[in-house]
């Protein structure tokens, strides 16, 4: 047959085996295939590797506690040690140090616990009418079905038949436009859902205020904010969350990506303080989770790579990382090969104006790995990346645009 019989996620079915690229090692902010070419990783694979390649440090502690036990479940009664201290390790660089943490593997699966709890909280406050959640146009919330109702993206959304009901949709960068749905419906809506920064919608920051409004919006209609982080989180936007970066504090943030740089699949949801207090009623049981929710693999990649990030203080290093690469679009958009930039911290997009897929191709055959959004390519690159390296991006990206 032309094809093998691996279904690549976000392909063509159709495309044969041969047309795809076999990765098979990596190193600091390279990648090599199977015919020894390296590739610059602009993308740190998928917005997730802030550490780099091939670092021993995370793979030696994996294998570490692997080799204590390799799994075991933390449902009720069980739990370990990992999956606590990186739950500890998380809160105490989020907003809510004293805040408590789901954990899954996945972004979709944090996103949709998300969902299910600020549900489930308008439940448990008796407010049974308070079902709606509002999303914004541009929003990527991940594939399972809350997530896939929770899209922006619309062909994300189509052809799967009903979706979960009760999802409103607001122009991202229009606050009045939702200031309106809360007018209409307020007493019905039980959460807003958006990423801090808009990330594979196209890579938009918050118009200013935005955020602000989104919050102030909440608080005066009984509604809890959602701050998908699942890109922004881990030092992306130049604090350990977005959160932090814009000065806004929501109810509930998912994380999943940079948590553990990609090395083990590892997310999650941070409840704040109020909202854990909420359930932390006698008696209740959150009936919700995945069989490896705080996996101790998953966990002890998370540790090891959020000791990493403190060690070699990438949070700080990815702000310098903004700094080259908005030197180099600065560049691009002084000599007329792109339109204009945008994006904070260590996240951005060069704005085409024209199909960004024949450049991307060009580009990654000269090999730098950025991403094409529609007329844009994004580029979000480990935190770890050289400033030579950004200099191979954004060169590489000028001689395919010329
Ligand atoms: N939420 C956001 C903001 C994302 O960017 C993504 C993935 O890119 C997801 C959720 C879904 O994450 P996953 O693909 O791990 O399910």
Redesign the pocket.
């Known amino acids: 047959r032309m094809t093998n019989a691996l279904l690549h996620p976000f392909a063509p079915v159709a495309k044969p085996m041969s047309d795809y690229i076999n990765i098979v090692r990596g190193s600091g902010s390279l990648v090599y295939d199977d015919t020894g070419k390296d590739y610059v990783d602009g993308l740190g694979s ?2 997730y590797c802030q550490v780099g390649h091939g670092r021993t440090e995370i793979i030696d502690a994996v294998a570490d506690q692997m080799r204590r036990i390799e799994a075991y479940n933390i449902f009720d009664p069980f739990t370990n040690e990992p999956a606590d201290r990186v739950a500890e390790m998380i809160v105490e660089r989020s907003p809510f140090p004293d805040g408590r943490v789901f954990l899954g593997c ?3 699966e944090a ?1 949709d616990t998300a969902i299910k709890i600020a549900r489930q909280a308008m439940q448990r406050r008796g407010q049974t009418e308070r079902q709606v959640v509002v999303r914004r146009t541009n929003g ?4 399972n079905f809350g ?1 896939t109702s929770a899209q922006g993206i619309a062909p994300n959304r189509e052809g799967w038949g009903d979706l979960v009901p009760h999802f409103v949709e607001v122009p991202h960068d229009d606050l009045e436009a939702a200031a309106q749905v809360f007018a209409d419906q307020g007493d019905r809506i039980a959460a807003i859902i958006t ?1 801090p920064v808009q ?2 919608g196209g890579v938009f920051p918050p118009v200013d205020g935005y955020l602000e409004g989104l919050r102030r919006l909440c608080d005066q209609h009984g509604a809890l904010l959602i701050f ?1 982080e ?2 922004c989180g881990f030092g992306r936007t130049g604090e350990w969350f977005g959160a932090q970066t814009f000065g806004v504090t929501p109810d509930l943030i ?1 994380f ?2 940079a948590v553990t740089s990609g090395y083990q699949p590892l ?1 999650g949801v941070v409840l704040s303080r109020d909202l854990s207090a909420e359930f932390e009623e006698p008696g209740f049981l959150l009936r919700t989770g995945y069989t490896y929710s705080g996996h101790p693999a998953a966990c002890a990649a998370g540790v090891a790579n959020i000791e990493l990030m403190e060690a070699e203080d990438l949070v700080v290093r990815g702000r310098h990382v903004g700094g080259q690469i908005r030197d180099g679009l600065e560049a691009l958009v002084g000599d007329g090969l792109i339109e204009s930039w945008r994006g904070i911290g260590a996240v951005y997009a060069a704005e085409l104006g024209r199909d960004s897929i024949p450049v991307r191709n060009e580009i990654l055959a000269n090999g730098v790995i950025v991403r094409p959004i529609g007329t844009c390519l994004a580029i979000c690159p480990p935190l770890v990346i050289s400033d030579d390296e950004v200099g191979r991006i954004i060169d590489t990206m000028a001689a395919a645009l010329k």
């Open positions: 998928l917005w996945s972004g979709s996103v990527y919330h991940g594939t997530g990423e990330g594979a998908d699942v890109i998912t999943a990506k997310s």
